[in-house]
T-cell receptor, first 113, second 115 residues
Framework: DAGITQSPRHKVTETGTPVTLRCHQT?????MYWYRQDPGHGLRLIHY???????DKGEVSDGYSVSRSKTEDFLLTLESATSSQTSVYFC????????????FGEGSRLTVL | QQQVKQSPQSLIVQKGGISIINCAYE??????FPWYQQFPGKGPALLIA?????SEKKEGRFTISFNKSAKQFSLHIMDSQPGDSATYFC??????????????FGKGTKLSVKP
């Protein structure tokens, strides 16, 4: 157990509303990631963080923003949700000891109507 | 050049058979090649990984074969079991253990092992 908690686990929202997903870790890892998973697309990186207040864009960052004000929390925000952002969102942390190994949370399923 | 191409999209294997999933990449700077296993409703979990200095790595019934010249790597599951039914993702990254090392994932293979 890598000590990753995602919240909420399920959310249904309307188009145009803001949504924030939270990833909380208990093991003080430096690197945190947000991926989205969609059928036929696999896992695609949205944003990642390499420290408090240090974030960068991934492959599919348009329409998303992130913040990391504390080591343990990495927030993903959809400022104005669209139906194309209906997806399962996974947070991951990178274990420094493993080099490249990622540990994933259980996922947050978001439906935008 | 950043893509990892995975095939097949789905695979049905009889219990006891061999499951083979293939991946190909273009970027020769990739230096870390993991496979992740995902069960329904769960996040992906690392299954096995290889670095390009070896051509094969085996852990129990799972083996990665790596062909550096062909820029291909594959996962072999020997004596496949119904409990192996899951979605498998290959991935690749560069700068192993370094400042970023962001993983690029294939699109996944849904494996079903029939009893």
């Amino acid at each position: 157990d890598a000590g990753i908690t995602q919240s909420p686990r399920h959310k249904v929202t309307e188009t145009g509303t803001p949504v924030t997903l939270r990833c909380h870790q208990t093991e003080n890892h430096r690197y945190m990631y947000w991926y989205r998973q969609d059928p036929g697309h696999g896992l695609r990186l949205i944003h990642y963080s390499y420290g408090v207040k240090d974030t960068d864009k991934g492959e599919v960052s348009d329409g998303y923003s992130v913040s990391r004000s504390k080591t343990e929390d990495f927030l993903l925000t959809l400022e104005s949700a669209t139906s194309s952002q209906t997806s399962v969102y996974f947070c991951a942390i990178r274990s420094g000891r493993g080099g490249g190994e990622l540990f994933f949370g259980e996922g947050s399923r978001l439906t935008v109507l | 050049q950043q893509q990892v191409k995975q095939s097949p999209q789905s695979l049905i294997v009889q219990k006891g058979g061999i499951s083979i999933i293939n991946c190909a990449y273009e970027n020769t700077a990739f230096d870390y090649f993991p496979w992740y296993q995902q069960f329904p409703g769960k996040g992906p979990a690392l299954l096995i990984a290889i670095r390009p200095d070896v051509s094969e790595k085996k852990e129990g019934r799972f083996t990665i074969s790596f062909n550096k010249s062909a820029k291909q790597f594959s996962l072999h599951i020997m004596d496949s079991q119904p409990g192996d039914s899951a979605t498998y993702f290959c991935a690749a990254s560069m700068n192993y253990g370094g400042s970023q090392g962001n993983l690029i994932f294939g699109k996944g293979t849904k494996l079903s092992v029939k009893p």
